[in-house]
């Protein structure tokens, strides 16, 4: 285990961080997700930083999916910290030759890269990965597994928005067979102390869900009862191999988050990852409204990304990497 590694970082939080990688949030400690929710608290404010704590620190994005909030979010954050950011696009690379991802890891790491933020279509994809890497490997969402800062970047707005985490009720309605982004919070709520319900037709709920310690619901008013806050999932059309919601009309109507269907709740907060599908799994309304956390959200997607980086760039400053 190591002590964070700049002034900054140290003054932020004396919590130890002990690790190279960040796959997911199922295998982290709470301590070890607080100490992330703590350390981007404490970047709240700072831009710009007086000092540039990863300044010797190279960056490169491996992503196969599109992406518009992870990827610039993790841009903006790198830079903020000094670090240096590989203009490497995936689509105009030798992986179309079909060059592997670990052949790819070992070209770019062999020029100086220290950290890597992947995405990619198949779930589980990092974990034979990092251990071949002396390299730094964030999971920027893999396949329907995890989506860790995502889930984090959530976590820190309700914790801000709530004032804790424990005992809050969260509901997450939507896609949820599709769903990195659920699986990810189901496994950060769970161990800071909040109960999870998941939402949606019985077609996209997985069989089984309620092992990683989730209830499930098929009725989004009765879910709703007595919620802290609802995370609205995208439907994920592209994903799904055959029709696995009657209609779009359909689904709004059963599992759409409009006005209406909130007005019972007036304390709700309102949560999606993006992008959003307007009129398919939330109204425009409740999106731009007064209960919407959206677009801070993504605000704070900045520091929790920062804080990813500074606890992983102390590990490898205590490993002499
Ligand atoms: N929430 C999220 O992952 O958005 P992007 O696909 O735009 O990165």
């Known amino acids: 285990m190591t002590r964070l590694s700049t002034t900054t970082q140290e003054a932020a939080t004396a919590t130890e961080w002990g690790r190279k990688d ?13 100490s992330i929710l703590d350390l981007a608290a404490s970047f709240k404010g700072s831009h710009p930083l007086s000092e540039a704590p990863l300044k010797r620190r190279t960056v490169a994005f491996l992503f196969t999916e599109p992406s518009t909030r992870t990827r610039s979010s993790f841009e903006v954050a790198a830079r903020r910290l000094g670090c240096e950011v590989l203009g490497f696009q995936t689509a105009a690379s030798s992986l179309l030759k079909g060059e592997s991802l670990l052949d ?6 062999a020029m100086g890269i220290d950290f890597f933020l992947i995405r990619h279509e198949h779930s589980g994809v990092l974990e034979p990965l990092a251990p071949q890497t002396k390299a730094s490997l964030i999971n920027a969402g893999d396949g329907a597994h995890e989506h860790p800062t995502q889930a984090l970047l959530d976590m820190f707005t309700l914790r801000e928005k709530k004032g804790k985490l424990k005992g809050l009720k ?3 309605v939507g896609d949820i067979t599709h769903s990195r982004v659920a699986r990810s919070n189901i496994h950060g709520l769970k161990k800071l102390g909040a109960k999870v319900t998941v939402c949606g037709p019985a077609a996209l709920i997985p069989k089984g869900i309620e092992k990683l310690g989730c209830a499930v619901s098929h009725d989004l008013d009765r879910a709703l009862e007595g919620a802290d806050a609802v995370n609205v999932l995208r439907l994920q059309l592209e994903r799904q191999k055959q029709n696995l919601v009657t209609s779009v009309g359909d689904y709004y109507q059963a599992f759409g988050v409009d006005g209406a269907r909130l007005e019972a709740h007036p304390d ?6 993006g992008p959003m599908n307007r009129g398919v799994e939330i109204s425009s309304a409740v999106a731009d409204g007064p209960r919407s956390a959206i677009l801070e959200q993504v605000s704070n997607g900045v520091l929790v990304r920062m804080a990813v980086l500074s606890l992983l760039d102390s590990w490898r400053t ?3 990497r």
Do not use: K
């Open 318 to 320: 205590a490993n002499g």
């Open 22 to 34: 960040l796959l997911g949030l199922e295998d982290l400690s709470a301590a070890e997700i607080e």
């Open 170 to 172: 969260v509901v997450i």
């Open 268 to 273: 709700l907060i309102v949560l999606h990852p």
């Open 104 to 109: 790819t890891i070992w070209n770019l790491e």
